[in-house]
């Protein structure tokens, strides 16, 4: 069965700071990746998503991720981060009939 | 385009009531999800709809109900509401054009609070 794990609960960076959020998955097979964002009381934005092809993976707001099939990992990235990034980030893997599992969400916070 | 829309936003009921939320597809997505959302168990898939059948069900009991009508929108119903219940119960929608995942966007979330 898939799963995913976000090793970090919370991170806090500052302001224009690289980022760097953890994802690890488990899949038998070749999986559908995503990063959401959420905004307190919001739902979740897609970010970015890997089907197949290029393993580095552009997004939207500036944030980039990179599959490694070897290390089961699609870390998010972003080079400067804004006090607007502040936010939950969820990582999640998606297989056969939109049967999707989300990670427990990594809560970034955004020093001034 | 529109996005996902769920009606209403936020609802008040009490323990053994019941209650039916609403989700409306963007135009032209024919899959909707339903998960629910709480601080102790996160993102939890509840089930989903293709084309007024239920594709995928999650590991909920049965007073979690859904249904889709022929233009794609799809409700979601609890029975006998246990405060456990309290959660943001979110909806996505994708087109799903073939047995492969397919990127979902969700909608704002409905938040139901059970006293």
């Given at each position: 069965a898939?799963?995913?794990t976000q090793p970090d609960i919370h991170i806090t960076v500052s302001e224009g700071a690289s980022l760097e959020l953890r994802c690890n998955y488990s899949y038998g097979a070749t999986p559908y990746l995503f990063w959401y964002v959420q905004s307190p009381g919001q739902g979740l934005q897609l970010l970015l998503k890997y089907f197949s092809g290029d393993t580095l993976v552009q997004g939207i707001k500036g944030f980039e991720a990179e599959f490694k099939r070897s290390q089961s990992s699609f870390n998010l990235r972003k080079p400067s981060v804004h006090w607007s990034d502040a936010a939950e980030y969820f990582c999640a893997v998606g297989a056969r009939n939109n049967d999707m599992r989300f990670g427990a969400g990594t809560r970034l916070t955004v020093k001034p | 385009k529109a996005g996902v829309t769920?009606?209403?936003?936020?609802?008040?009921?009490?323990?053994g009531q019941q209650v039916t939320l609403s989700c409306s597809p963007i135009s032209g997505h024919r899959s909707v999800s339903w998960y629910q959302q709480t601080p102790g168990q996160g993102l939890q898939f509840l089930f989903e709809y293709f084309s007024e059948t239920q594709r995928n069900k999650g590991n909920f009991p049965g007073r979690f109900s859904g249904r889709q009508f022929s233009n794609s929108r799809s409700e979601m119903n609890v029975s006998t509401l246990e405060l456990g219940d309290s959660a943001l119960y979110l909806c996505a929608s994708s087109q799903l054009t073939g047995t492969s995942t397919d990127t979902q966007y969700f909608g704002p979330g409905t938040r139901l609070t059970v006293l």
């Open positions: 898939q799963s995913v | 769920q009606t209403p936003r936020y609802l008040i009921k009490t323990r």
